[in-house]
């Protein structure tokens, strides 16, 4: 039985600041050997964040990643890291092409690489496009104990590397991974990650990124699994976190099928144990979140990261009053602290007594910088020199709101917020220039019914703390309207939203067609009343600014459909 301490180091890297982040690797290897660690895992892709897209084909972007990564070796050494062995993922490139790699760093130089096996390219994942498999199997003795790195996707895969690992007598599998956040996504690694262990018999320590990269939110939820399955540790979600956990590895005597067909690359460090030492205080599996918080908890950071990481001071939005403007301005605040977050009510001649007093109540609530700025002159201007009428009249009200925002953000350099939902998207119930105006969109990916829950949480949650709840109660019981005419609610023009997002999660989520929606049991006008408006709005969507990823399938990233397009999902009877 050999002692090892390790430590998963869940940081938060910012895609193509490589000294940035070779500086934060540096900062928390000292932080893991302080607390004694003998070997310290950062995520895969750490030194140059991930995903880096097309940044993955320009050539002087990998010089610099393997550069930095071997003055790294050298500065760990400088600091007093270089006897920890130190997991480092970054962009290496070859005669073949770019890798998705991962480098193990001991007394100052690269003592191994391997490269990524298997490139997932599905969902909102293109690594096929960019890189080239890797075929060597590292396994490093260190301190007399065989350790074999793999990269996620890998270990997603059966018969894989990480398989082949334990079959060449592995005696603990360290995973570093890019894995972005959906929703219960935990359950499912948490799930992996145990069924390895228990299966082979080997440890598996499994360590992600944390943080927010444009639409894509890494929510951490690094954990170590003993030989049998248990979960030791588990870092708590969407913070940094070092996770420091004492193992007592069995050997591993290898054998079987699954070790056959790879470039098996074995290098000793050392074959002497470790002495024993005291065992660290066992940390504590961080808690479980509720559905609610979790789904919170990835929205303040992409919002937050996005923010931050591309330089904005300040964010701006429109405060209707209503639900969605109300949790959009709850998440920046949570994000950004009030100070930097600017609410502007815009009524128009349609605009209830209520709206307005809903979003004045809202900034006396939260804190938000808040103004009135009226657009009936500015629609007047429009609608008498056009003519307009009708929808025409309706939408050039979301179109003064948006010019409103748009002119205050180049005065003043915030950063607009679009408030759209994600059933509104769906079904183009929104307006193309207007309010559909922004550099960001925090709740694109929530559809309506889950922003009314994830209201009533934020309410919870503050009354628990013993705070003020920030969103009005009435912007949560009243009925959703765009009040662009006298009268209007949306469902003047949709389903019940609880209705209208079951339809939508069948078709987005799951692909289903019409006559399936239909045999799922759902009305057959309302399915193809809902699938026609899908498929015409796909020109805005396009248009629509990037917003964090919720959920399976996301629009963007996740689920890619022609804008033009002769395809119309056939009826029931296959007309």
Sequence with gaps: MAQLRIA????????????????????????????????????????????????????????????????LAVRLREAGCGEALVVVGYLD??????????????????????????????????????????????????????????????????????????????????????????????????????????????????????????????DGDSLVCGGDGAVLARSPRFEEDLLVVDLDLASNPGGGPDGEGFEVVRRVIGDDPLPPYPAAAAPTPAAPLSESAEVWGALVTGLRDYVEKNGFRTVL????????????????????????????????????????DDAADLAERTGLH???QPIVDSVAVFVDQLGLTGLAEEN??????????????????????????????????????GDAVGGFAPIKDVPKTMVRRLALWRNEEAERRGETPPIPPNSISK??????????????????????????????????????????GFDAELVERVVRLVDRAEYKRRQYPPGTKTTFRAFGRDRRLPITSGWREPLPNGS
């Design 396 to 433: 050039v009200q979301a179109r003064c709101r948006g010019v409103t925002l748009m002119g205050l953000s180049n005065q003043d350099g915030h950063l607009v917020l679009a408030t759209g939902n994600k059933s509104e998207l769906a079904v183009g119930f929104s307006t193309i220039y």
């Design 93 to 218: 490139r070859d005669e073949e092409g770019p890798r998705n790699a991962a480098a193990l760093l001991h007394g100052g130089e690269v003592v191994a690489r391997y490269a990524k096996h298997h490139l997932p390219n599905y969902g909102v994942f293109d690594e096929f496009r960019y890189f080239r498999p890797g075929r060597r199997l590292p396994v490093v003795r260190f301190h007399g104990v065989d350790l074999g790195v793999v990269i996620c996707e890998d270990i997603w895969q059966r018969p894989g590397p990480a398989d082949a690992l334990a079959a060449e007598g592995a005696d603990l599998v360290v995973c570093v991974n890019g894995s972005p956040y959906e929703r219960a996504k935990g359950d499912a690694r948490g799930d992996l990650v145990s069924g390895y262990a228990s299966r082979t018999g080997v440890p598996m320590a499994y360590v992600n990124l944390v943080g927010g990269q444009d639409e894509l939110v890494f």
């Design 370 to 372: 808040y103004s009135s």
């Design 8 to 71: 998963l180091a869940q940081v938060n890297a910012q895609v193509g600041d490589v000294t940035g982040n070779a500086e934060l690797v540096l900062d928390w290897s000292r932080r893991a050997v302080a607390a004694g660690a003998h070997l310290v895992a950062f995520p895969e892709m750490v030194l140059t964040g991930y995903p880096v897209e097309d940044l993955a084909l320009r050539s002087s972007f990998a010089a610099r990643s393997r550069g930095e990564l071997d003055r």
């Design 317 to 356: 939005m429109g405060l209707s009053g209503g639900i969605d403007s109300a949790v959009c301005a709850a998440l920046a605040v949570d994000a950004l602290g009030a100070d930097r977050v600017h609410g502007v009510s815009m009524p128009s001649r349609y605009s209830s007594g209520h709206s307005r």
């Design 479 to 520: 009925p959703p309207s765009a009040e662009l005419r006298p009268g209007q609610v949306d469902t003047d023009s949709l389903p019940d939203y609880e209705l209208l997002d079951a339809v939508l999660e069948g078709y987005i989520e799951g692909d289903r067609g019409l006559a399936e929606l239909v045999a799922d």
